[in-house]
């Protein structure tokens, strides 16, 4: 005699989750906000969005990620690297390097800060 399947208790709070993130979405909430509120990845967050009927904007590959150009250019001219720049935006090095470039930002040698 077969057993009845019982819910999958995780399922349903998962299925919730998304019906959450969806109705944060269409209330105005960016991607990031809603990956950072649910504890997801700006990629997954974006699929799961599309999986539950978001109609959301296709940028190249991956998500359009907000970016304040004078806050990323005051950053680095106040001594942030590119790379803690990025860390902090969750974005790659090369969106950053290319931000300041588009910006005619003077770029600092390669290599770290040198300490002697």
Wanted: glycine share 8%; proline share 5%; net charge neutral.
């Amino acid at each position: 005699m077969d057993m009845p399947e019982q819910p999958d208790p995780e399922a349903a709070l998962r299925t919730d989750r998304n019906r959450r993130m969806v109705q944060d979405w269409q209330n105005g909430a960016s991607i990031t906000q809603i990956a950072q509120q649910y504890g997801l990845s700006l990629n997954w967050t974006g699929s799961l969005l599309r999986q539950n009927g978001a109609d959301l904007p296709t940028v190249g590959r991956g998500i359009k990620r907000d970016l304040d150009s004078e806050e990323v250019v005051a950053s680095y001219l106040d001594g942030a690297t590119v790379r803690e720049i990025a860390d902090a935006h969750d974005v790659s090095y090369g969106k950053i390097y290319r931000l300041l470039q588009q910006h005619r930002v003077p770029m600092r040698p390669r290599g770290g800060r040198q300490t002697r």
